[in-house]
């Protein structure tokens, strides 16, 4: 490999890394915020007598799946971002 095609291997390594980790990061970040908005709703709900008796176990199933969404998509960039990082050079 030339030094050229090495320094643009590198770069788009360092691209990827920089990405990656934003968006594991934001994957955190985004979660919060939606499940936030989602139980300013839940609350209604949970308040009403007619959806109340069900809310919290809608909203526990709700929280649960946002979680693991969100979680996957953090874990799985997180780990993207580990081996851009690993492939770099050591300086």
Not at 3 to 20: C, F, I, P, T, Y
Not at 83 to 90: D, G, I, N, W
Request: charged fraction near 20%.
């Amino acid at each position: 490999m030339t030094e050229k095609q090495q320094a643009n291997r590198d770069w788009w390594l360092g691209v990827g890394h920089m990405v990656s980790h934003g968006l594991a990061e934001g994957a955190i970040k985004a979660q919060r915020v939606h499940l936030s908005i989602a139980d300013e709703t839940f609350n209604i709900l949970a308040r009403n007598p007619v959806t109340g008796p069900v809310s919290e176990q809608v909203r526990s199933v709700h929280h649960g799946v946002s979680r693991l969404c969100y979680g996957t998509v953090s874990l799985v960039s997180d780990g993207l971002a580990r081996l851009s990082q690993q492939a770099l050079p050591k300086d």
